[in-house]
């Protein structure tokens, strides 16, 4: 037998694979579904009509009735979760609005749940710097400094008074250390043993917040930030000792954030847990898409499911963005 004369190329070709849309829909290992995705909304207090926020072309700061009619449309819709952001009428040292019964993520909260039921996830954020005259995430000291432990009773506080209303999980997006273990005990002692914590787990002191900032209407006090408690973005793998960390104090999803700057720590922290794993598209990154789109410099629907997409291929089974909206209706027909 005559020994066959090598192939000029590797017989694979992968692009036999790409000829027709059909072909790439059927080979398509990664797909966005509407249902892994949740809504952050934002209600403010003494507004008597939506405010828009110019940052964040599109999304708006909601009455508690104009929020109960976005979610209402975001349901029919299909999607599945919502993400409260309360913004009170007055601040304080303490955030002391975001703990009260009737404070506005608790009014607002309780008005969505006997609207929708069960039919949506109802997610509260569970931290204070909405709620703060200083715009820090927690309590500070004298030095100026954010006290961890002292901030985790007011977490607990927020967090039994979201469930009280009717929030069906929370989200702790502090960065306290044992933040999740003291939520955990404190929602189990008030009985609510059934009740998940999404923690954001690693979380980023990132550039990316800033139109969510115009929001929930904060300056942090004296030019400051959040590299105290926050982590430092040259960091990967302190995010998995984070994800530890939140995991063993009984954590039920863990979070990263943002996204798309950290597909590298999703896909790794995707590898080490056997939990649901989610990530936040954070404004900035919404605002980035949104801007550039609007100066026609990019196609903002393509590069919108193309974030997406990357973000549900690192490893996110749940995303937290401010497209819910545009991909439930339809994710500007792109594909
Ligand atoms: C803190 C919190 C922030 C975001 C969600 N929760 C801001 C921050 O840490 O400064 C940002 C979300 C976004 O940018 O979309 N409570």
Redesign the pocket.
Known sequence: MPVMAPAPFPSHRPRRLRATPALRDLVAETEVSVTDLVA?LFVRDGIDAPAPITS?PGVSQHTVESLRREVGELAELGIRGVMV?GVPAVKDATGSQSCAADGIAQRAIAALRADVGDDVVIIA?T????YTDHGH?GIVDDQGRVDNDATLALYTAAAVAQVRAGAHMVAP???MDGQVAAIRAALDADGHHNIPVMA?AA?Y??G??????D??D?T?ADGGD?KGY?QDWRNGREALVEVAADVAQGADIVMV??AVAYLDVISQVRDMVDIPVAA???????AMISAAAANGWIDGDVVALEHLTAIRRAGAGII?T?FARWFAEGAGGQR
């Open positions: 952050p964040l952001f954020d931290c204070v710097d909405e995430c997006s502090g960065m954001y979380k002191a990132s990316h917040y800033g139109p969510f900032r929001a929930v904060v942090i959040r926050q954030k943002p936040y598209q954070v404004s900035g990154e919404y937290m401010y």
